[in-house]
């Protein structure tokens, strides 16, 4: 009698409980890798934000964080234009778009349903007062 008091115990609190635990541990991974792809962006984005600021370079720019603890199924795409029609003005702001997501099915591009963190900004052109007054403005 003790053994089918001590298993239906186990069966009515204890199997509930491991399935909590086990539920709570899945999303806490899907947070921490959320967490992840948010820090990677941003950093992708301001990593381009600086060389265009140096550079006004145009290039689309994308690869994986293969590097990184071998997570290749994560990959990144930053797109600059300074086209009005991508929210830019030509040779004077920039428009910059970083995406990182989970690339699950391979293919190199995000799909519908594939994780994905989509951070953007826009960088200006410095112009100096100097610059202004020698082309006589």
Same mark, same amino acid.
């Given at each position: 009698?003790?053994?089918?008091?001590?298993?239906?115990?186990?069966?009515?609190?204890?199997?509930?409980?491991?399935?909590?635990?086990?539920? %709570?541990?899945? =999303? $806490?991974? !899907?947070?921490?890798?959320?967490? +992840? &792809?948010?820090?990677?962006? @941003?950093?992708?984005?301001?990593?381009?934000?600086?060389?265009?600021?140096?550079?006004?370079?145009?290039?689309?720019?994308?690869?994986?964080?293969?590097?990184?603890?071998?997570?290749?199924?994560?990959?990144?795409?930053?797109?600059? %234009?300074?086209? =009005? $029609?991508? !929210?830019?003005?030509?040779?004077? +702001? &920039?428009?910059?778009?970083? @995406?990182?997501?989970?690339?699950?099915?391979?293919?190199?591009?995000?799909?519908?349903?594939?994780?994905?963190?989509?951070?953007?900004?826009?960088?200006?052109?410095?112009?100096?007062?100097?610059?202004?007054?020698?082309?006589?403005?």
């Amino acid at each position: 009698l003790e053994v089918v008091a001590a298993g239906t115990i186990i069966a009515t609190a204890l199997v509930p409980a491991l399935r909590m635990m086990r539920d %709570s541990l899945e =999303v $806490s991974r !899907g947070l921490e890798e959320a967490d +992840l &792809m948010s820090t990677l962006c @941003v950093d992708k984005l301001e990593e381009q934000m600086n060389n265009v600021a140096a550079t006004w370079d145009r290039t689309t720019t994308s690869g994986n964080y293969a590097a990184l603890e071998g997570r290749s199924y994560l990959k990144f795409r930053i797109t600059k %234009s300074d086209a =009005v $029609s991508d !929210g830019g003005i030509v040779n004077r +702001l &920039m428009a910059i778009t970083a @995406v990182v997501w989970n690339d699950a099915n391979g293919n190199g591009n995000p799909d519908t349903g594939e994780k994905k963190v989509t951070f953007a900004t826009k960088v200006s052109k410095f112009v100096s007062y100097n610059d202004y007054e020698a082309k006589g403005m």
